[in-house]
Nanobody, 115 residues
């Protein structure tokens, strides 16, 4: 399973951005898939996850109500819709797929929230 993120960029505070994570070789079914982010000097943190089987989602309080994770298994693509973006959302965003003891990461995409 290979993952490739896209959709990052520069956006003003309060703006929106949609990230994509395309999988090659496999669908996301039977995986748990998540978006993580890592800001300079900070630890990587999870911001959303979804079950590839039943679509159950989870968000930490820091992004709840602003970020939405979704999955299109037919397109083998994971999305992260981000709205009401804040400067503190600036980070490199990664997708991660987990099945059992196997975990796969994408290369990341930079999101910068700045006026």
């Amino acid at each position: 399973l290979r993952l490739a993120e896209s959709g990052g960029g520069l956006v003003q505070p309060g703006g929106s951005l949609r990230l994509s994570c395309a999988a090659s070789g496999y669908t996301f079914r039977d995986y748990a898939i998540a978006w993580f982010r890592q800001a300079p000097g900070k630890e990587r943190e999870g911001v959303a996850c979804i079950s590839g089987n039943d679509g159950t989602t989870y968000y930490p309080e820091s992004v709840k109500g602003r970020f939405t994770i979704s999955l299109d298994n037919a397109k083998r693509t994971l999305y992260l819709q981000m709205s009401s973006l804040k400067p503190e959302d600036t980070a490199v965003y990664y997708c991660k797929a987990i099945m059992g003891r196997s975990a796969y990461w994408g290369q990341g995409t930079q999101v910068t929230v700045s006026a």
